[in-house]
């Protein structure tokens, strides 16, 4: 049975979270790739004893810290982080989901904290002019980087402690996540299936 389409507001932000993931994604790509290939332009540089780009490396250090930071921050809004949720599907459904809310609004509310920290030390870097250490750029842009990471990371984990609340109100079940990605590849290749007999199908017709 599909879930309803949603209107108003509660669609709005879900096509907004929906654009802004598919941003990261693709800064999530273009990044690794653009450091990697200059990594390794590097790395050839040094194999013929030629001075390389001093400041790639510093640099690729700080795109390290901030993709995995959004790479964590998406994890979040699909569940993929690691979790313990074996006892939690042992336990009445209302009261796992309840619990499991905690986890989340606990993790919420330490992201959020952390992120408004780091916004206020992006702000101390802008009024002090901080530069990174191998060439005149300012540091804050990256910190920019790292806060909006860390905060959205946060905002993920509470939209995951509202989900968790409203499943314990409706009294939903409570699937782990093995079993939740067994029945996504399923799904999965149930789809390619019927796209594979589709296929014969319509070269059979003609």
Known sequence: MSNPKRTGPIAVLESLAAMAE???????????????????????????????????????????????????????????????DTAIAFLPVRSGHIIQGLGYLLCGAMYVYLGVYAWRWTGRLIRMNKSVESIDFPLWPIWVLATYAILTM???????????????????????????????ALAEEKERKKARRGGMAGKAGD
Do not use: P
């Open 154 to 184: 946060g905002l993920r984990y509470l939209a995951q402690t509202v989900k968790s609340f409203g499943n314990a109100a409706r009294g939903e079940a409570i699937v782990s996540e093995q079993d939740a990605e067994i029945a996504r």
């Open 22 to 84: 598919n941003v990261e994604k693709h800064f999530i790509t273009a990044m690794t790739l653009v450091f990697g290939l200059i990594l390794l332009y590097n790395l050839v540089l040094r194999a013929l004893n030629i001075q390389g780009l001093t400041w790639i490396e510093e640099f690729s250090r700080y795109m390290l810290v901030v993709t995995t930071l959004l790479g964590c921050s998406i994890a979040v809004k699909h569940k993929g982080h690691m979790v313990m």
